[in-house]
């Protein structure tokens, strides 16, 4: 049986959405990368296709806090007398907890607490559990958002299936869950549907977050890897030999100093799995059908900086590493998928007990001994079974995902998934307006001061804005958005243009001031529109980092500083702001002032994973701190004098 029950997890709040579309702001779609020239021409066939220019039309998830409260949320278990397995609908349908009840532990990493930070394609991510990445490189746009929660009856038991409608790539996915009453195997079977005729570049990565501890081991039946790491602006991938690179048996991640993706190639003929276990040769094993012939592993390193962001995901003293399945040998691809067509295959996650002196003896034995033990659990990957859709009797949806599937629907003019319901929202104040514009032919007018909604870039929905009659400000903003994110900048400036004329607003200013910015580099017209945006438009966090960043861009400290002054309480207490305030004061010489900023108390809840904006500023600063005090400027004496301390230093190479 499936229950659904509630589930407290001490959990910071995830806040208002970014009202602002992203013209070219998420920095982290347009990383560049760089192959070695030990990557074949073939291994390289779909690196860098099918890469993103927007991530609209979704809107970013920034406005989360560290103020940790009780959230109950309502989470779907699957349990048997082996296994206790945890989904959370509410969040992205992440498997949250997978207990091992003969073997007495958690396999997975149970985060203590739910903590958003900047690590996924809208901002906000967490860490824990499994989470399932679809369509676009990164981690899922939907993974802190709602999804549909169903049970379906079959005739071998009941399955639970998490689905949603994924707006960028235009496809249903739908992960399904099935623990059969005597089994100590919980089964998946992932599925993406892409009901149009076009062809779509696909992306899939199941994200497992397992426990790290001094003699974790991961385990692959792989002889080589692409090893990958980070730069600030771009991705090295390379191919090494496993399981010793980099001066060490790389298997044992707490023995790998900085952070690393490890993308194993498993040969075609063998079997796809991979294991991480302790020192007593306990913990996960996964392995799927071959279709997900990709497996990953993922370690923050030894260093302060992947150490802090350990905890700065999760609490004090945790460690996690994360090994992951994908359609890909590596993150840094998407497959051409083909229009009218369905990809599915099933996942098979279990405890494994095996010979802990086999586990870490020599890698052959490692693998020897957790194949054996793949045999006699779970038999032969490729033939994994999971009921057939046929055989379902009846579907109950018991909690609801976005209303953004109906609304495709109507678009469409037909059915989105062979197997699921959107059924419409009633009061859905998301797709509202575009509702009302497919099913009245108007849009809505609301006040300028009022912040935009959502967004909708189907080509349909744009057609329909144009055909207006009579376009309002809010109508010419909005397809002036549904022309930047069809790579029509000119079209997306005329109508922010219009939608000034028709009544200014800050968004329309704003807009075109990142249009001038990202896109043209006219940083000088950019601030100009700001001014005007800033002048006219509400104080707003979203707003006022834009405007400090446009400043400091063009060179105006002193009027950033002004604009700081004035700004409300909370805002002057926001941490990139904050920041913002410190750079200008450094670059105006005022040293002791920003130390006032920059020091050991400072915190920036939004820092971005590969950011080290804190740690760079802290050496410059106290470098002329430290001449300041001493009257001699030495640069190792003043790292000496002032340290970086642990919890700002978020440095991953």
Same mark, same amino acid.
């Given at each position: 049986?499936?229950?659904?029950?509630?589930?407290?997890?001490?959990?910071?709040?995830?806040?208002?959405?970014?009202?602002?579309?992203?013209?070219?702001?998420?920095?982290?779609?347009?990383?560049?990368?760089?192959?070695?020239?030990?990557?074949?021409?073939?291994?390289?066939?779909?690196?860098?296709?099918?890469?993103?220019?927007?991530?609209?039309?979704?809107?970013?998830?920034?406005?989360?806090?560290?103020?940790?409260?009780?959230?109950?949320?309502?989470?779907?278990?699957?349990?048997?007398?082996?296994? @206790?397995?945890?989904?959370?609908?509410?969040?992205?349908?992440?498997?949250?907890?997978?207990?091992? =009840?003969?073997?007495?532990?958690?396999?997975?990493?149970?985060?203590?607490?739910?903590?958003?930070?900047?690590?996924?394609?809208? $901002?906000?991510?967490?860490?824990?559990?499994?989470?399932?990445?679809?369509?676009?490189?990164?981690?899922?746009?939907?993974?802190?958002?709602?999804?549909?929660?169903?049970?379906?009856?079959?005739?071998?038991?009941?399955?639970?299936?998490?689905?949603?409608?994924? @707006?960028?790539?235009?496809?249903?996915?739908?992960?399904?869950?099935?623990?059969?009453?005597?089994?100590?195997?919980?089964?998946?079977?992932?599925?993406?549907?892409?009901?149009?005729?076009?062809?779509?570049?696909?992306?899939?990565?199941?994200?497992?977050?397992?426990?790290?501890?001094?003699?974790?081991?991961?385990?692959?039946?792989?002889?080589?890897?692409?090893?990958?790491?980070?730069?600030?602006?771009?991705?090295?991938?390379?191919?090494?030999?496993?399981?010793?690179?980099?001066?060490?048996?790389?298997?044992?991640?707490?023995?790998?100093?900085?952070?690393?993706?490890?993308?194993?190639?498993?040969?075609?003929?063998?079997?796809?799995?991979?294991?991480?276990?302790?020192?007593?040769?306990?913990?996960?094993?996964?392995?799927?059908?071959?279709?997900?012939?990709?497996?990953?592993?993922?370690?923050?390193?030894?260093? $302060?900086?992947?150490?802090?962001?350990?905890?700065?995901?999760?609490?004090?003293?945790?460690?996690?590493?994360?090994?992951?399945?994908?359609?890909?040998?590596?993150?840094?691809?998407?497959?051409?998928?083909?229009?009218?067509?369905?990809?599915?295959?099933?996942?098979?996650?279990?405890?494994?007990?095996?010979?802990?002196?086999?586990?870490?003896?020599?890698?052959?034995?490692?693998?020897?001994?957790?194949?054996?033990?793949?045999?006699?659990?779970?038999?032969?990957?490729?033939?994994?079974?999971?009921?057939?859709?046929?055989?379902?009797?009846?579907?109950?949806?018991?909690?609801?995902?976005?209303?953004?599937?109906?609304?495709?629907?109507?678009?469409?003019?037909?059915?989105?998934?062979?197997?699921?319901?959107?059924?419409?929202?009633?009061?859905?104040?998301?797709?509202?307006?575009?509702?009302?514009?497919?099913?009245?032919?108007?849009?809505?007018?609301?006040?300028?001061?009022?912040?935009?909604?959502?967004?909708?870039?189907?080509?349909?929905?744009?057609?329909?804005?144009?055909?207006?009659?009579?376009?309002?400000?809010?109508?010419?903003?909005?397809?002036?958005?549904?022309?930047?994110?069809?790579?029509?900048?000119?079209?997306?400036?005329?109508?922010?243009?219009?939608?000034? =004329?028709?009544?200014?607003?800050?968004?329309?200013?704003?807009?075109?001031?990142?249009?001038?910015?990202?896109?043209?580099?006219?940083?000088?017209?950019?601030?100009?529109?700001?001014?005007?945006?800033?002048?006219?438009?509400?104080?707003?966090?979203?707003?006022?980092?834009?405007?400090?960043?446009?400043?400091?861009?063009?060179?105006?400290?002193?009027?950033?500083?002004?604009?700081?002054?004035?700004?409300?309480?909370?805002?002057?207490?926001?941490?990139?702001?904050?920041?913002? @305030?410190?750079?200008?004061?450094?670059?105006?010489?005022?040293?002791?002032?920003?130390?006032?900023?920059?020091?050991?108390?400072?915190?920036?809840?939004?820092?971005?994973?590969?950011?080290?904006?804190?740690?760079?500023?802290?050496?410059?600063?106290?470098?002329?701190?430290?001449?300041?005090?001493?009257?001699?400027?030495?640069?190792?004496?003043?790292?000496?004098?002032?340290?970086?301390?642990?919890?700002?230093?978020?440095?991953?190479?």
């Amino acid at each position: 049986m499936i229950r659904f029950e509630d589930y407290p997890i001490p959990s910071a709040n995830l806040g208002e959405e970014n009202p602002m579309p992203d013209i070219k702001n998420v920095s982290y779609i347009h990383a560049g990368y760089e192959c070695t020239d030990r990557l074949t021409k073939e291994e390289m066939r779909w690196i860098g296709k099918g890469m993103l220019r927007t991530m609209l039309p979704y809107k970013t998830q920034d406005g989360y806090d560290r103020a940790r409260k009780e959230r109950v949320f309502k989470a779907a278990v699957l349990e048997n007398r082996f296994l @206790r397995a945890v989904f959370l609908p509410e969040i992205g349908g992440r498997l949250w907890s997978l207990y091992d =009840k003969t073997l007495g532990k958690e396999l997975l990493f149970k985060n203590p607490v739910y903590q958003p930070c900047n690590l996924g394609l809208r $901002n906000a991510w967490f860490a824990g559990g499994v989470e399932f990445n679809v369509g676009i490189k990164g981690h899922n746009p939907l993974t802190c958002s709602p999804l549909f929660a169903e049970t379906a009856q079959t005739s071998e038991g009941e399955v639970l299936n998490l689905y949603e409608y994924e @707006r960028i790539r235009g496809v249903v996915y739908t992960v399904s869950a099935w623990l059969p009453e005597d089994s100590d195997v919980l089964y998946l079977r992932n599925r993406i549907e892409n009901t149009q005729d076009r062809e779509k570049y696909m992306y899939w990565w199941s994200n497992i977050a397992v426990p790290e501890t001094p003699d974790t081991r991961v385990i692959v039946p792989a002889d080589e890897a692409f090893m990958c790491f980070y730069q600030e602006d771009h991705y090295m991938l390379d191919k090494t030999p496993v399981p010793n690179a980099l001066g060490t048996d790389v298997s044992y991640p707490a023995r790998v100093e900085f952070s690393h993706d490890f993308f194993f190639k498993i040969p075609e003929k063998e079997k796809k799995w991979i294991a991480s276990l302790d020192g007593e040769g306990e913990g996960l094993l996964q392995c799927s059908q071959p279709v997900l012939k990709g497996r990953k592993l993922f370690l923050w390193g030894r260093k $302060n900086g992947g150490r802090n962001w350990n905890e700065f995901l999760s609490a004090p003293g945790m460690a996690y590493v994360e090994i992951q399945a994908g359609l890909a040998h590596t993150q840094l691809e998407h497959i051409p998928m083909p229009g009218k067509s369905e990809w599915s295959w099933v996942e098979a996650y279990t405890g494994a007990k095996c010979d802990p002196k086999a586990v870490n003896g020599s890698w052959q034995d490692a693998i020897g001994a957790v194949s054996e033990c793949l045999r006699q659990k779970v038999g032969d990957p490729d033939a994994l079974h999971f009921p057939a859709e046929e055989s379902v009797t009846s579907r109950s949806i018991i909690m609801e995902g976005s209303g953004w599937g109906a609304l495709e629907e109507k678009l469409r003019g037909e059915k989105i998934s062979r197997y699921h319901a959107f059924p419409p929202h009633a009061g859905d104040t998301e797709t509202g307006e575009w509702q009302k514009l497919l099913g009245e032919r108007t849009f809505p007018c609301p006040d300028v001061r009022e912040v935009p909604g959502s967004y909708c870039i189907d080509p349909k929905a744009a057609a329909l804005l144009k055909q207006l009659p009579q376009k309002n400000w809010y109508a010419l903003l909005q397809e002036g958005v549904c022309e930047y994110a069809a790579e029509n900048l000119e079209g997306a400036r005329k109508a922010w243009e219009e939608s000034l =004329k028709a009544a200014p607003s800050a968004w329309a200013y704003r807009n075109l001031a990142m249009l001038e910015k990202n896109e043209y580099g006219n940083i000088a017209r950019a601030e100009e529109l700001m001014d005007e945006a800033m002048r006219i438009g509400p104080r707003c966090r979203v707003l006022c980092v834009e405007y400090a960043m446009t400043l400091l861009a063009a060179g105006h400290d002193e009027k950033w500083l002004a604009c700081f002054d004035t700004l409300p309480e909370d805002l002057r207490a926001n941490g990139r702001l904050r920041l913002y @305030r410190a750079i200008a004061l450094m670059k105006l010489k005022r040293f002791e002032e920003a130390a006032g900023i920059i020091n050991e108390d400072f915190e920036m809840v939004d820092i971005k994973e590969g950011e080290v904006s804190v740690s760079h500023i802290w050496f410059e600063l106290y470098e002329e701190i430290y001449a300041l005090r001493t009257g001699r400027r030495d640069a190792e004496a003043a790292r000496e004098a002032y340290p970086l301390p642990k919890k700002l230093d978020f440095r991953m190479i």
